[in-house]
């Protein structure tokens, strides 16, 4: 079993109004050297062994978890933690 961690942000330019409205939020709680906030989305898979996990993972981001044309994403596999 893998564990598969997908990061999701906007692409440069795209406006973000949640970013921005964090930011600005920020600033009037008195933590004005915030000058910028993006907010993405966090995506957490268990997933089972395969030799392509990878691609298989693309694959889901593309058609699913991000919009490739004002997203941009990231992911990591790593082993899975059993507890």
């Known amino acids: 079993m893998r564990k598969v961690t997908v990061f999701i942000t906007l692409k440069q330019g795209v406006l973000d109004?949640?970013?921005k409205q964090v930011q600005e939020s920020l600033n009037v709680l008195g933590y004005k050297e915030v000058q910028?906030?993006?907010?993405g989305k966090y995506v957490e898979l268990q997933v089972e062994d395969g030799p392509n996990i990878?691609?298989?993972?693309?694959?889901m981001c593309d058609k699913l978890l991000a919009n490739p044309v004002i997203e941009d994403y990231h992911f990591d596999v790593e082993e899975a933690v059993h507890s």
Do not use: M, N, T
Request: charged share 40%; net charge negative; glycine share 8%.
């Open 36 to 39: 910028e906030a993006r907010v």
């Open 54 to 59: 990878e691609a298989r993972v693309q694959e």
């Open 17 to 19: 109004p949640q970013g």
